[in-house]
């Protein structure tokens, strides 16, 4: 489990996150959702240790990592994996190599092994024989799990996705959903997802927090989330007149039920 | 790119200090600094052995063309050849050329991998990012770049004898008594200090300038027009201090 206490985050005098607690769980989907410029990145950038926050704890498992030393979030940064959402594929490395990089530079596995394991989590991801091909060569569905296969290479206890779903087409994008509810459950790891994508928050929303303007506006689920009367998340979630009307036929279902 | 020159060179002093860690794995590093020895070095060859001919020839014709009607000997020709390939173009001219080559390159390289969120990835999984990506450039460079400074002196002086002689100024034996005479032993140490000097000045700026770039391509570009602008002029200064502190 991961836990921020009270983060906040200022660039200048400009305070982006404003006191922001909230409780991600292992074995879950964790969704963060906001409009654009409500603090998800910055969120996500600060749980990973790649902005520090101005205030606030982190806690990953009860260790803060705020107040790790070098060596110590070294350590920790074996048990993290994250899908980012341009992919940060090493352009000169072919798929095998950009995902066999993490063993190769943090393990003393053979070749034999690494090459196993590299293997295991391409046919994971369903990409097998990709091995020789440069990121340039692949469809954006492909390099999502291709990054994908390299965030999940180590194990990690920890699955950060930044908007995974960004640039792709509805089908690829439920495609890597479900991989990654997949992969959540499988190895019970807590998983925490920013993202946009609607039928991510609809479908695989088992812990949502809502940001707005840098606060803690709104936490749920993707069933509670049918029944807030929270007006901005509303206006967030259900923005269409398509969604409107899957919200109103959604709750005399439930009525009725 | 904002900050005050004492802010650039506060960070750039301590991105050095930051590439002197123990590797992670050293092999890694190795792979990368092989990678970069082939960049740098293979893949300036052709570029060198061009320009540093022409540089020697056009030296050697306009020498000899100055001394045509005076009573200094023609052999001068071979020895001023010799003495500014080894003490200035090979160094300094190859160095600004490779500033622009290599420099931009680097730069460019570093400004894509932070803008793709690349060193951001690297940085996830733990990898010091500013040794892993920087240090094995550096070493790359000022080991190969002394070697094309070697190659350049040679191929210069080559070039301004087949010229001299080819354009009918002098003949073949009186070159080579020129190659030979007044031999300074102290000027190859002095052309190889500043070949090496020149290679950390230009790589290390090229990466800090790419190291730290943001914003959008455009601003890829500006990095790289700076990391040669500014690795160019402290060539330059560093070209003057050397040849005042050892000559």
Redesign the interface.
């Given at each position: 489990m991961i836990e921020v206490r009270n983060i906040i985050k200022r660039f200048g005098e400009q305070e982006v996150l404003k006191g922001i607690s909230a409780e991600f769980k292992q074995g879950k989907m964790n969704l963060i959702i906001g409009k654009s410029g409500s603090g998800k990145t910055v969120l996500i950038k600060c749980i990973?240790?790649?902005m520090i926050p101005s205030e606030g704890e982190i806690l990953y498992d009860g260790r803060d990592f705020t107040k790790m030393s070098v060596k110590e979030?070294?350590?920790l940064?074996?048990e993290?994996?994250?899908l980012?959402?341009?992919n940060?594929?090493?352009?000169?490395l072919t798929v095998e190599e950009n995902i066999r990089?993490?063993l190769?530079?943090?393990t003393k596995k053979s070749m034999e092994e690494k090459t196993d394991r590299v293997n295991e989590v391409l046919n994971r991801v369903n990409l097998q024989g990709a091995n020789l091909k440069y990121p340039s060569q692949l469809s954006g569905g492909m390099q999502k799990r291709t990054g994908l296969a390299r965030a999940i290479v180590m194990n990690p206890k920890y699955l950060?996705c930044d908007e995974p779903n960004s640039g792709l087409d509805p089908k690829t994008s439920i495609v890597i959903d479900e991989l990654i509810n997949e992969i959540t459950e499988e190895n019970n790891i807590t998983t925490i997802m920013n993202t946009h994508d609607m039928n991510s928050v609809i479908g695989s929303g088992d812990n949502i927090l809502f940001l707005h303007q840098g606060e803690r506006w709104w936490e749920g689920n993707n069933i509670s989330l049918f029944e807030s009367t929270n007006e901005e998340l509303d206006s967030f979630i259900f923005a269409s007149e398509f969604l409107k009307e899957a919200k109103t036929a959604r709750l005399i279902k439930n009525q009725n039920k | 790119m904002k900050g005050g020159f004492l802010f650039h060179l506060g960070r750039y002093v301590l991105l050095i200090k930051s590439l002197f860690v123990k590797p992670e794995r050293p092999y890694m590093y190795w792979k990368e600094t092989a990678r970069m020895m082939v960049d740098i070095g293979v893949g300036s060859v052709i570029i060198i052995l061009v320009i540093s001919f022409f540089i020697g020839a056009v030296s050697a014709v306009q020498f000899a063309y100055n001394l045509s009607d005076s009573l200094v000997p023609m052999y001068y020709v071979g020895y001023v050849v010799k003495e500014s390939m080894i003490l200035e173009f090979a160094p300094t001219v190859s160095c600004l050329i490779l500033a622009g080559k290599i420099g931009s390159n680097i730069s460019s390289e570093l400004g894509t991998m932070r803008l793709t969120e690349q060193i951001d990835a690297f940085e996830i999984m733990g990898v010091n990012t500013s040794s892993y990506l920087i240090a094995p450039k550096i070493v790359a460079a000022i080991t190969m770049i002394p070697l094309l400074v070697i190659i350049a002196a040679l191929t210069g002086i080559i070039g301004g004898g087949v010229a001299a002689v080819g354009s009918g100024y002098m003949s073949k034996q009186e070159y080579i008594q020129g190659i030979q005479f007044f031999f300074v032993a102290k000027n190859i140490n002095v052309m190889l200090v500043k070949a090496v000097v020149f290679a950390f000045l230009l790589t290390s700026i090229s990466c800090y300038q790419g190291y730290y770039a943001s914003g959008s391509a455009i601003e890829i570009g500006k990095a790289s027009t700076r990391a040669v602008v500014i690795s160019s002029i402290m060539v330059l200064l560093a070209d003057y201090l050397i040849a005042w502190m050892m000559l």
């Open positions: 990973v240790g790649l979030k070294k350590e940064r074996t993290i994996g994250m980012f959402q341009g940060a594929l090493f352009d000169s990089f993490p190769d530079m943090f950060f | -």
